[in-house]
Nanobody, 126 residues
Framework: QVQLEESGGGLVQGGGSLRLSCAAS????????MGWFRQAPGKEREFVAF????????AYVDSVKGRFTISRDNAKNTVYLQMNSLKPEHTAVYYC???????????????????WGQGTQVTVSS
């Protein structure tokens, strides 16, 4: 059974940075694309960033381009999300997920992922 565990969330002032980590265990990691999503109170879960299994392809929601960077270390079974210049609107629970193979939908949609972590809270104060 695949398990994903996020860490690195917390409270940060606007303009600050956080680095989220997602450690995978119990299954194959290196051959799978991975994604980060977030969910703010009262809102639907939304796509944040994507990285291909090799790390050669990345993609971001427009609102975080230039601020967030997704990366992975297949030797450590870990995917990261470096978040810089944070704003209060970035406050949410952040989830990592493993994309299904084959996937039933585009990488931007949650139904294309089969395993999810429990989430880590990111709170950005103004």
């Amino acid at each position: 059974q695949v398990q994903l565990e996020e860490s690195g969330g917390g409270l940060v002032q606007g303009g600050g940075s956080l680095r989220l980590s997602c450690a995978a265990s119990g299954g194959t990691f290196s051959g799978y694309d991975m994604g980060w999503f977030r969910q703010a109170p009262g809102k639907e879960r939304e796509f944040v960033a994507f990285i291909s299994w090799s790390g050669t392809m990345t993609a971001y929601v427009d609102s975080v381009k230039g601020r967030f960077t997704i990366s992975r270390d297949n030797a450590k079974n870990t995917v990261y999300l470096q978040m810089n210049s944070l704003k209060p609107e970035h406050t949410a629970v952040y989830y990592c997920a493993r994309r299904s193979r084959p996937s039933v939908s585009d990488y931007r949609f949650p139904d294309g992922y089969d395993y999810w972590g429990q989430g880590t809270q990111v709170t950005v104060s103004s």
